[in-house]
């Protein structure tokens, strides 16, 4: 649907809309103005995921204050809404997928809320549970938030979270006259406004890791395909051994950059196909140190230095660039360190920059190596939830 | 009650959500100006012996920006381009920007660069910078800026000083070109010729 058709749409389901609460529930046109400022707001300012988990809150309004037939009228107004505004604003268009969820999700919300409501407290169906509404619009926004956002089918189950909580303060809200609803726009707004920067900075920190990816890729291909393989393995190493989920995300920047020290050295060595001087390998060696210390100068990411520093450290001792032992290797270190070292052995990149002192070696047969070197090279409990974190890999 | 109960709560979590979306947008420069730094050492690390340090190349040009009355603005761009000018050092072998006899490979850097960055969503609004025939004033002072430092490398800097200021071509804005000679007359005026550094460490 083009832009002028679903605009068009829009408008003339918000005409009718308007025509039916000013002649069956003229006292609601606070929660019309609520509705369409939502929408307006959410697919201005945020996404459409955000505009549809607030479907929920304006339905749920109408059927507190107006039963179900208004609660119907919103959710079609809001629908149209958010066609006409998706149009008109170039945002992409709200499909097939979007309504039915949007239907779907606030149909179970309402449906759960009545319930939970009744069973908890039938007197309270109406009553005024107003700490309730404080608590339900932080907690479900944070859901959709973090949730949505970083657990894979979380948005479903967030949305619902979301649409069933505000659906429960609804009936909390239904005490109060329907001007007073207007206040929730001041929330909705703002959310959606912060969840674009929000999503802006992520996306823009990505950005920058890809760019400095793309620099080690000039510089020595190998190295940048080896870069990029690493990280996704490091992360679930990581989320295996229990790190939350920001700090495996520091560890898959910290896996990222790694080896970003490279590209300060002569890929003639690093590529030299036959065995290394002393003094060459000590000029690879001097790669760690460079990794930290770009980003130490910089003040990019200085958290993650220590972590690129010692990763080539080794339990026993015999790592460089300093020689620490056990415990004294950073965590994010010996991670990194295992899948680094797994990499190097199966590696082989498409642009032919294969690793050259080696010829590479199967999976099977690299993962039975590093487990091998348990305990000396790696870390034990490392290569343990290496070893399942390469299962799952397989099993994706 | 309710009602007072209501709109308070709503105000606090307005409040919150405005918080975080201006923290996050207050970051986001400052995260684009540590990135384009991080260029800039990785850069200079790789790129070896050359002139003057980004930090003193960013100082000196700050100082010729804010004679000219820049913007803040254009003096952070100005700041941010500098720190991504060499990044097209990643696409030349080592040996090549080591060895001052192949100064020639080293001129290609800025047309290798702006070919990176305009891959690069976050630096692209630099490439233009590094394209003689495209560049803005930001990137003709650092034209101008390079063009002093390679030459006094082996000639006296008044005499550089005169000979950028005798050109006669439109390379460079006249006015800049007036404030970058003087800024560049207080600061090395009194040198002769600045030997070559081994840079960063
Ligand atoms: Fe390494
Ligand atoms: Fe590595």
């Known amino acids: 649907m083009n832009s002028f058709a679903s605009r068009t749409l829009g408008l003339s389901a918000l005409v009718a809309l308007s025509a039916f609460v000013a002649v069956v529930q003229p006292q609601l046109w606070p929660l019309v103005v609520l509705g369409i400022g939502a929408e307006i707001g959410a697919l201005y300012w945020s996404d459409r995921r955000w505009s549809i988990s607030l479907a929920p809150l304006v339905v749920s309004l109408g059927y507190a204050h107006g039963g ?6 919103f959710e079609v107004g809001l629908l149209a809404w958010g066609l006409a505004v998706a149009g008109a604003s170039g945002m992409g268009r709200v499909g097939l997928p979007e309504i039915a969820r949007s239907l779907l999700t606030s149909a179970v919300a309402l449906a759960g809320g009545w319930v939970v409501v009744a069973a908890v407290s039938p007197t309270s169906l109406s009553g005024t549970a107003v700490s309730w509404v404080i608590g339900a619009v932080a907690a479900s926004s944070a859901l959709w938030f973090w949730f949505g956002a970083r657990v894979p089918g979380g948005s479903w189950g967030s949305l619902l979270a979301a649409g069933g909580l505000m659906t429960i303060f609804a009936f909390g809200l239904g005490t109060v006259a329907p001007i007073w609803c207007l206040a929730l726009l001041g929330p909705i707004v703002a959310g959606a406004w912060a969840v674009r920067e929000w999503r802006r900075q992520r996306e823009e920190d990505q950005a920058i890791l890809r760019g400095l990816i793309l620099l080690v890729q000039q510089a020595h291909p190998y190295t940048g395909a080896h870069l990029e393989r690493v990280a996704a393995l490091a992360e679930s ?43 060459e390998f000590a000029e690879i060696k001097r790669h760690s140190e ?39 290797i950073p965590l994010e270190s ?36 590093v487990l091998r070197c348990a305990g000396t090279q790696f870390d034990t409990e490392v290569v343990e939830a290496f070893r399942k974190a390469v299962g799952q890999e397989v099993m994706a | ?23 996050a947008r207050k970051r986001r420069p400052l995260m684009l100006g540590r990135a384009a730094r991080a260029v800039g050492v990785a850069m200079s690390l790789r790129g070896g012996l050359v002139g003057p340090s980004n930090d003193e190349f960013g100082q000196i040009a700050d100082r010729i920006g804010a004679r000219l009355g820049w913007s803040e603005a254009q003096r952070v761009r100005l700041a941010n381009t500098i720190q991504v000018r060499q990044i097209g050092f990643a696409a030349i072998p080592y040996q090549h920007l080591r060895q001052p006899h192949l100064h020639r490979v080293r001129e290609r850097a800025p047309e290798i660069g702006a070919d990176l960055l305009e891959r690069l969503p976050i630096w692209s609004q630099f490439s233009d910078e590094l394209r003689p025939t495209r560049r803005s004033e930001v990137g003709q002072l650092i034209a101008l800026l390079e063009e002093f430092f390679y030459r006094m490398e082996s000639a006296p800097a008044m005499d550089v000083l005169r000979q950028i200021q005798s ?23 009194n040198r002769v010729a600045r030997p070559k550094v081994a840079l960063v460490d």
């Open chain 1, 68 to 73: 179900v037939s208004t609660a119907l009228a």
């Open chain 1, 237 to 279: 190493t990581g989320r295996n051994l229990g790190l939350n989920a920001k700090r495996a995300q520091r560890l898959r920047a910290a896996a990222i950059l790694h080896d970003l020290g490279k590209v300060a050295i002569d890929e003639q060595i690093l590529e030299k196909p036959s065995r290394l001087t002393d003094d």
């Open chain 1, 290 to 328: 460079l990794g930290a210390k770009i980003l130490e100068k910089s003040g990019l990411y200085p958290e993650i230095a220590p972590w690129i520093l010692a990763h080539h450290e080794r339990p026993d001792g015999r790592g460089y660039p300093f020689g620490l032992h056990g415990d004294a």
């Open chain 1, 334 to 369: 010996r991670i990194i360190a295992c899948v680094d070292a797994f990499d190097a052995m199966v590696g082989v990149s498409s642009v032919g920059g294969r690793r050259s002192y080696r010829e590479p070696v199967d999976p099977e047969g690299a993962i039975q190596e």
């Open chain 2, 1 to 23: 009650m309710t009602e007072l109960l209501l709109v308070a709560g709503c105000a606090g979590i307005t409040v919150f959500c405005l918080w975080v979306a201006v923290s």
């Open chain 2, 167 to 189: 050109q006669t071509d439109d390379r460079y804005d006249l006015a800049m070109r007036e404030a970058a000679v003087g800024v560049l007359q207080e600061s090395y005026g």
